[in-house]
């Protein structure tokens, strides 16, 4: 979100989140866009309350529903499972005080479509759709034996010839001991040139390489995210969730 509000203001758009410094601003309708966590607009009596205020019942224009797919994913558990975050599964319910709802996501295939518009109850909704296909995108698949990271072995090469000047290469992976595998594989395979200018004292604001999950440190997750804006010397993350909400330039990513 911070990142959003950040790209926000260089539209000159003014834009803030729930739970910030700016909750009398908020209260009383004085930024364009406000970005708040599913949990934020339906559990929090304060903002799902503000929505039926009058500032907001006359200039709210409607509510945007971002990488919509996490509805169902992340919003519905497995017969038998509790879901991962319900509060995505019931959106739906802010549709008796928004006037519209704008939908967006890039990775729901038709069937997966129609469940998004009856959780949103958006049954009548406008579709548009726009092929996946970029000449900027190409994809590959390889298959990698057990535990052999070989594979990554250009992306060693990369860091070793282009330090900070290389883009930013994003490998996701499906688990967190996978995060910690593929890390250590890099850090262990580039030495001293995991650090820029291969400093001798490895401060961690000169690691070339991250890692991004629900585990990792507050201060590292910044290092990170600072990095890929330009403001940071990290160049490859490997992570179970970076991506949703963030504007950069991307050389590559994998998928372990």
């Not at 295939?109 to 190409?138: F, G």
């Amino acid at each position: 979100m911070k990142d959003q509000i950040k790209e926000a203001g260089k539209l000159e758009v003014s834009a803030t989140q729930l739970g910030g410094m700016n909750d009398t601003d908020i209260l009383h309708g004085r930024f364009q866009l406000v970005f708040g966590s599913p949990e934020s607009w339906l559990l929090n009596e304060k903002w799902r309350n503000m929505l039926s205020s009058e500032v907001y019942r006359e200039n709210l224009v409607g509510i945007v529903v971002d990488e919509v797919h996490v509805t169902y994913k992340w919003g519905e558990g497995a017969k038998g499972e509790a879901a991962f975050r319900e509060s995505f599964s019931r959106l739906g319910e802010l549709r008796s005080i928004a006037k519209e709802v704008l939908a967006l996501t890039a990775s729901a295939d038709t069937k997966n479509r129609r469940r998004v518009t009856k959780l949103l109850h958006m049954e009548n909704a406008t579709k548009v759709t726009v092929s996946p296909n970029r000449t900027n995108i190409r994809l590959g698949l390889t298959q990698v034996p057990f535990n052999d990271f070989s594979c990554m072995d250009w992306v060693l090469k990369e860091v070793k010839d282009k330090a900070l000047s290389m883009s930013p290469i994003i490998i996701y992976c499906k688990s967190l001991k996978s995060v910690g595998k593929v890390f250590s594989y890099i850090k262990a395979e580039l030495g001293e040139d995991a650090w820029i200018e291969r400093d001798q004292d490895h401060k961690a604001e000169n690691l070339l390489i991250g890692m991004f999950h629900s585990k990792t440190l507050t201060h590292h997750k910044q290092r990170v995210l600072a990095s890929f804006n330009g403001e940071g010397s990290c160049r490859v993350v490997a992570t179970t969730a970076l991506g949703m909400g963030l504007n950069f330039s991307l050389y590559m990513f994998m998928c372990i």
